[in-house]
T-cell receptor
Framework: EAAVTQSPRNKVAVTGGKVTLSCNQT?????MYWYRQDTGHGLRLIHY???????EKGDIPDGYKASRPSQENFSLILELATPSQTSVYFC????????????FGSGTRLLVI | GEQVEQRPPHLSVREGDSAVITCTYT??????FFWYKQEPGASLQLLMK?????EINEGQGFTVLLNKKDKRLSLNLTAAHPGDSAAYFC??????????????FGHGTILRVHP
């Protein structure tokens, strides 16, 4: 079954540390996305990718990097984690065509202390 | 860029009542519209996808209305039941222009259906 799998499900990190969130999709979708979800803000787009080797800045990219080494994998990297990055992070994949919906992963709950 | 405003942020209804969630959008090129449901602690699941050519879409227990003139999209849950309690998100994408293919989400509505 096609799916989007995120790891880890939960993560506690220390301020200033490096955090890598991983996402794998078996949908063979070209596009992948990283969102964070916070109460009162809904879903906010951090980075996205149109395919292997491509990364694009979303609406709130500051403090985050992204990496798309292959069609299946898309990582979100926090080089120097801060408490303000405590959130729930969702990865999604979508087809390249117009009108395509997204398939979401189960989310990663990140706590930065 | 596209802006999507979703109202209300919280909604509480009794079992059997209807619940209406509304989104307004700004991009006149918006052509595809989505509703997602997120149960507590879970991921987002696609509820319905509608296209600009169809103004009324019916699902199981709900209706989606699209008013292109007013740039308004609504989700109407008829006869809500406790299992409908969740967060609901609308999303919009364009057919042309800078927002083509990219979903812009509303901030969400937390719906609670109580007995």
């Amino acid at each position: 079954e096609a799916a989007v799998t995120q790891s880890p499900r939960n993560k506690v990190a220390v301020t200033g540390g490096k955090v890598t969130l991983s996402c794998n999709q078996t949908n063979n979708h070209n596009n992948m996305y990283w969102y964070r979800q916070d109460t009162g803000h809904g879903l906010r787009l951090i980075h996205y990718s149109y395919g292997a080797g491509s990364t694009e800045k979303g609406d709130i990219p500051d403090g985050y990097k992204a990496s798309r080494p292959s069609q299946e994998n898309f990582s979100l990297i926090l080089e120097l984690a801060t408490p303000s990055q405590t959130s729930v992070y969702f990865c999604a994949s979508g087809d390249q065509g117009r009108g395509s919906d997204y398939t979401f992963g189960s989310g990663t709950r990140l706590l930065v202390i | 860029g596209e802006q999507v405003e979703q109202r209300p942020p919280h909604l509480s209804v009794r079992e059997g009542d209807s619940a209406v969630i509304t989104c307004t959008y700004t991009d006149p090129n918006s052509y595809y519209f989505f509703w997602y449901k997120q149960e507590p602690g879970a991921s987002l699941q696609l509820l319905m996808k509608v296209f600009s050519s169809t103004e009324i879409n019916e699902g199981q227990g709900f209706t989606v209305l699209l008013n292109k003139k007013d740039k308004r999209l609504s989700l109407n849950l008829t006869a809500a039941h406790p299992g409908d309690s969740a967060a609901y998100f609308c999303a919009v994408s364009a057919n042309t222009g800078a927002n083509t293919g990219k979903l812009t989400f509303g901030h969400g509505t937390i719906l609670r259906v109580h007995p």
